[in-house]
């Protein structure tokens, strides 16, 4: 019976991961991202659905966004710069970033 409830528990966990994972909307929001982002409009800075917009198509996109998520910059979107985020894990910013390029207008 022990082992049926073990592979239970393996199976539950294994249908289900977002149980356990932030999104990445969560992740934005808990690093304090929608302080200057919206999804659908720009803030201080430009909307989540121009960003994905912008780089569709852009392979080396992912890259480019989580570097320049954890190292800040100015330039691409005004002279407003985004500020540095070092302290965001990489797999937090991944998520991040994957999640942004996957919205669509």
């Known amino acids: 019976m022990k082992t049926l409830a073990a592979l239970l528990l393996v ?13 990445g909307e969560d992740l934005l929001k808990k690093n304090g991202c ?38 800040g910059g100015a330039g691409v979107w005004g002279q407003v710069p985004m500020p540095p985020n070092p302290q965001v894990s990489d797999a937090d910013v991944k998520t991040m970033v994957n999640y942004i390029l996957s919205l669509k207008k």
């Open 34 to 71: 929608t302080a200057c982002h919206a999804i659908d409009k720009k803030v201080i800075g430009p909307a989540y659905q121009d960003v994905a917009a912008k780089y569709r198509g852009d392979k080396s996109a992912p890259t480019k966004l989580m570097d320049k998520v954890k190292k």
């Open 11 to 23: 199976a539950a966990v294994a249908a289900a991961p977002s149980a356990f994972a932030q999104s």
